[in-house]
């Protein structure tokens, strides 16, 4: 009978226990949290949307429009993005990611402005060390002749950023914009140890030496021919040695940029360096291209 009253007050104890203890209710704002937790990005944004409806608007914080923001962009729409990021910025809430999310919308609107005022924002208010943020910056200042201003962000770059193709192309561009040509130098060949069939890289070396020699053969000529004495012809001569080694280092450069894109763009360049080769047939096919 013991045993009995025993068990029977253990069960009663677990009843009145579990009768006393709260209800755990899944708001639409937890709902949100955990579709974006799984990925599932277009669920979060209706359970986002219904947390708004039914809550009052002086009761949501603006990081809760900001983060619903950032899953409507992930969900594919933009416009509520927005127009959630709104209402945040209403409530003098930002981040950085807020705005970089921002920046991503105006990029793939094609409003270059406003992603720059987006992109500006964040290096001004959260720090200039965001180096997906300096690679977009880079690129856009590299785009609109900003060629200081990508200096100075190139400048904050980490050193994986900067061996990325991709940034190096925008910083080549910065710097033949500027005739800083010890630094192209040494980015074109940087360039072509990444990809060997880097046009403007290959064009700078090709041109480089191809001018180096074409120019050192007139001015070398125009001497000797306003002083034609033994010892100038002597010196010709030897400066035209430096002309033909020259030329040799422009040739494979340009050997490649006919394989990519041959016609007349690069027949000049091969048909005046066979021709000082006295490689009359090889001349007449590139000259042959410049009709």
Known sequence: ????????????AVFLVSCGAPKVLT????????????????QALTAWTSYF?????????????AQAAKTAFKAGNAAQAISWFDQA?????????????????????DNLSKELSALEYIT?????DNNEVNARLLAIYTEIDANDKALEVWSKMDGASKNKEENLDHYFEVNKALENEAVCDSLADVLLGKNPEHLEALEWNA???????????????AKYNAN??????????????????????????LNKLWKLNPGKEYAGYLANIYA?????????????YMK
Request: no cysteine.
């Open 89 to 109: 910025r209403y409530k003098n809430y930002a981040d950085a990611d807020m705005y970089q999310t921002l920046a991503a919308i105006y990029q793939q609107q």
């Open 27 to 42: 708001t639409p704002k937890t709902e949100a949290t955990n579709f974006e937790a799984t990925g599932n990005y277009s």
């Open 276 to 288: 000082r080769f006295g490689n009359e047939d090889k001349t007449k096919f590139y000259q042959n």
């Open 1 to 12: 009978m013991a045993k009995k009253k025993l068990l029977w007050g253990a069960a009663m």
């Open 228 to 253: 034609k004495t033994r010892k100038n012809y002597n010196t010709l001569l030897k400066e035209l040695d430096l002309v033909t080694a020259d030329f040799k280092k422009a040739l494979p450069y």
């Open 207 to 221: 041109k480089k030496y191809y001018w180096a020699g074409q120019n050192r053969y007139e001015r070398e000529m």
């Open 53 to 65: 409806e039914t809550t009052a608007i002086e009761e949501v914080a603006g990081a809760d429009f």
């Open 124 to 128: 001004e208010n959260y720090g200039s």
